[in-house]
């Protein structure tokens, strides 16, 4: 067995007592606190975003999903109104405008059509409901005010067809009146 002739065996040193103070820290691996300031920097962005974000967006959804709208039938008035006959003189047409000046949107309304004689009684009337007419023309949309609803501050053309009218009807333009409203 061969040693090493140049140290002697007192001169090897035993495994030495390590004190407290001389102690290495262990550290916690670098992944772990790149994620902690990751989150922090993502923490601080989403605030900054909150803050600044346009307070209408905040409010309308907070107001949206608290407050539910209704239309009501004193919120559509009409105007412009004329009257048109159909080509075999039975059923006579009420077109004209309608406007929402309530807070709800509207996808439907039905009205009240009075027909009135000489002396301005009423001697008929019928409930029908209004159809939409395209950009204000004269093609007739089923289910128009459904598929393109009427907001709040905005006017529509429309159109009631009533298929026959009363004997004795003054043939002046009937009287108006929403007496339902399909609205959110």
Do not use: C
Not at 120 to 133: R, T
């Amino acid at each position: 067995m061969a040693t090493n002739p140049r140290t002697t065996v007192s001169e090897r040193t035993g495994p030495r007592l390590v004190t407290p103070s001389r102690r290495t820290k262990q550290s916690r691996p670098s992944s772990l606190r790149s994620r902690m300031v990751s989150t922090l920097i993502a923490l601080v962005v989403l605030a900054l975003v909150l803050r600044y974000l346009p307070q209408r967006t905040r409010n309308a959804q907070a107001h949206a999903s608290v407050t539910t709208v209704t239309a009501a039938p004193s919120d559509l008035r009409f105007s412009d109104l004329q009257v048109s006959r159909a080509p075999g003189e039975e059923a006579v047409y009420v077109d004209g405008l309608i406007a929402n000046h309530g807070n709800a949107v509207v996808s439907g309304a039905t009205a009240e059509v009075e027909f009135r004689d000489a002396q301005g009684n009423v001697i008929g009337s019928v409930q029908k409901p209004l159809v939409g007419m395209a950009h204000g023309g004269t093609d007739l949309v089923r289910n128009e005010f459904a598929k393109n609803p009427i907001t709040p501050n905005e006017m529509r053309s429309f159109r009631v067809a009533v298929e026959q009218t009363p004997a004795g009807w003054n043939r002046e333009i009937p009287a108006l009146r929403v007496v339902a409203v399909n609205g959110r």
